[in-house]
């Protein structure tokens, strides 16, 4: 009778570690269709002058210099490479943006993978390209492309650009990827839902393969 007992008793207590600590590698289902049903163009079509007039009322003056843009940093929060999106080495511009909209590109980043993880997709970083400029950044920037605004409402710490184009995997070892194409899809879906509750403007911009936007006073 003892040795059931004991028996008996072991069986229960592996029972309640396999309960308490199931398996860490969840099986994924299979990968759903990914499709975005509008237009990049259309939806996305909100131009410079609703982009600089918004970035005015909200945001910092701009700044001159690097050197000028310490003392402005102090009023915007420094964005780093984190566990929803990457920073990209930015070169004509600086990593800070005004709280505002600091949290709406933490949101993009979180709703894109919420996103990915409901359609049974391997999970992606979005790509932060550019970020807040100062005066000679955009000067420098006006050189080379001549097509760049001089009123850029990147001189605001409201705006930031994330690339269609380019997105960093997570984890590399999962063998499934999902296109270029499609992670595009998934990124827009997530941009029009946040477009159509106001929290943004954007512009979908075709030569530099990203999305232009800037952060909105939804009240």
């Known amino acids: 009778m003892?040795?059931?007992?004991?028996?008996?008793?072991l069986l229960l207590i592996a029972f309640s570690?396999?309960?308490?600590?199931?398996?860490?590698?969840?099986?994924?289902?299979?990968?759903k269709r990914i499709w975005y049903d509008g237009s990049?163009?259309?939806?996305?079509?909100?131009?410079?002058?609703v982009h600089l007039a918004e970035a005015q009322r909200l945001g910092i003056e701009p700044v001159s210099s690097r050197e000028e843009a310490e003392k402005?940093?102090?009023?915007?929060?420094?964005?780093?490479?984190?566990?929803?999106?990457?920073?990209?080495?930015?070169?004509?511009?600086?990593?800070?943006?005004?709280?505002?909209?600091?949290?709406?590109?933490?949101d993009i980043g979180k709703n894109f993978q919420d996103s990915l993880y409901n359609l049974n997709a391997p999970k992606y970083k979005i790509l932060v390209t550019?970020?807040?400029?100062?005066?000679?950044?955009?000067?420098?920037?006006?050189?080379?492309?001549?097509?760049?605004?001089?009123n850029s409402a990147h001189q605001y710490g409201?705006?930031?650009?994330?690339?269609?184009?380019?997105?960093?995997?997570?984890d590399e070892k999962d063998t499934l990827n999902i296109d270029k194409d499609r992670l595009k899809m998934v990124l827009a879906s997530v941009l029009r839902?946040?477009?159509?509750?106001?929290?943004?403007?954007?512009?979908?911009?075709?030569?530099q393969?990203?999305?232009?936007?800037?952060v909105r006073d939804a009240n």
Not at 81 to 106: M, R
Not at 130 to 148: A, E, G, P, Y
Not at 209 to 214: A, S
């Open 2 to 9: 003892m040795k059931y007992t004991i028996n008996a008793l």
């Open 17 to 31: 570690v396999v309960t308490a600590f199931p398996s860490c590698k969840e099986k994924r289902g299979e990968l």
């Open 40 to 49: 990049y163009n259309r939806d996305f079509k909100d131009l410079n002058d």
């Open 72 to 106: 402005a940093s102090k009023k915007m929060e420094e964005i780093e490479t984190n566990d929803y999106y990457e920073v990209e080495e930015l070169k004509h511009s600086i990593p800070y943006l005004i709280p505002q909209a600091a949290d709406l590109l933490e």
């Open 130 to 150: 550019s970020v807040t400029r100062t005066v000679d950044d955009v000067k420098r920037l006006k050189r080379r492309n001549f097509n760049s605004s001089v």
């Open 158 to 170: 409201t705006t930031f650009d994330v690339s269609w184009a380019r997105y960093t995997k997570i």
């Open 193 to 207: 839902d946040l477009h159509r509750q106001n929290r943004c403007f954007i512009k979908h911009e075709r030569k």
């Open 209 to 214: 393969g990203c999305f232009h936007i800037t």
